[in-house]
């Protein structure tokens, strides 16, 4: 950078900082402060009932969380959740991605399809799908009925055998539109002469998708799944109206825990040693996408 641009910005420092200000305040304010606040109530046991009272208890709470039987499996039931939900979007997107790619008559169909859960909230999804799934009255279950498939006689989303796959596959195809967009970007990206030159190989799909189009596309694989993994895992809304953790706690997400013991319970000392728990979790896993991403980026 020559002299003159670094005297330049220089000079413009004070309006840069001036013009900066609202944006840091805004994350100041909306994400670092409630960190902070979280932090210092999980050291207290304050509870909220008629009267606010509290005591600085230290780590108590994180050791009554990791010896909280309810606790650890919320947490396993969302790490199923969580991987599972990323994979099958994963899968899903991508073949998505490939057929609209080919520009054929359907693409158009294909992308709207894609897109479509842009256009609602989690929570009106979750209605409409509860809505499908009725046992009495839902259409989807009408026609397993219609056509004696399996499932016609079952409450898909209150089985304690159906409860989890069913939410799963609604999640996965809520995550479609990030997923499915950003393997269409990442496809762009690849040359057209790679292709054209491996068809000249003549090497098989199979092959080509092995050993072009996969390599091509790791650091969005790689993205997508530690992303899709943090956003699965802090998912609330959804499963909240569709099944709110039942039937037996069969989806019973830490979300939905840490909601039940601040809000119904009044335990939001408690609560708050949770969500700090459940951060620290998605932070290493943001830690290890970084460096997997850094590493990347140095072999190349």
């Not at 409409?128 to 219609?146: A, E, F, Q, V």
Request: proline fraction near 5%.
């Amino acid at each position: 950078m020559s002299k003159v641009k670094k005297q330049s910005l220089i000079a413009q420092e004070p309006l840069i900082i001036l013009l900066s200000t609202p944006l840091i305040a805004g994350v100041l304010l909306v994400s670092v402060l409630p960190t902070i606040l979280g932090a210092l109530t999980s050291l207290t046991d304050l509870e909220l009932s008629y009267v606010i009272q509290w005591n600085f208890v230290g780590l108590e709470n994180f050791g009554r969380a990791l010896s909280d039987s309810r606790f650890l499996e919320s947490f396993r039931i969302g790490a199923i959740w969580a991987l599972s939900v990323t994979v099958l979007a994963m899968i899903l997107g991508f073949t998505l991605a490939l057929l609209i790619e080919r520009r054929k008559y359907y693409s158009p169909i294909l992308k709207i399809l894609a897109v479509f859960p842009w256009a609602l909230s989690p929570v009106i999804i979750a209605i409409i799908w509860d809505m499908l799934l009725n046992p009495n009255s839902g259409p989807i279950t009408g026609y397993l009925r219609k056509y004696e498939l399996p499932g016609a006689n079952v409450s898909l989303l209150y089985n304690l055998n159906t409860a989890l796959p069913t939410v799963i596959v609604i999640g996965a195809w809520l995550s479609l539109p990030v997923v499915t967009i950003s393997f269409l970007a990442a496809l762009k990206t690849i040359p057209r002469e790679m292709i054209e030159a491996a068809l000249i190989d003549g090497t098989s799909a199979s092959q080509r998708m092995r050993l072009l189009i996969i390599p091509q596309l790791r650091p969005i694989i790689t993205a997508l799944v530690a992303l899709n993994i943090i956003w699965n895992f802090n998912s609330f809304g959804l499963i909240f109206v569709l099944t709110n953790g039942g039937p037996g706690g069969r989806t019973y997400l830490p979300g939905l825990f840490v909601y039940e013991e601040s809000f119904r319970y009044g335990n939001f000392g408690y609560a708050a040693a949770l969500g700090m728990i459940i951060t620290i979790v998605l932070v290493i896993i943001l830690g290890i996408y970084v460096a997997t991403r850094n590493r990347n980026e140095v072999e190349a």
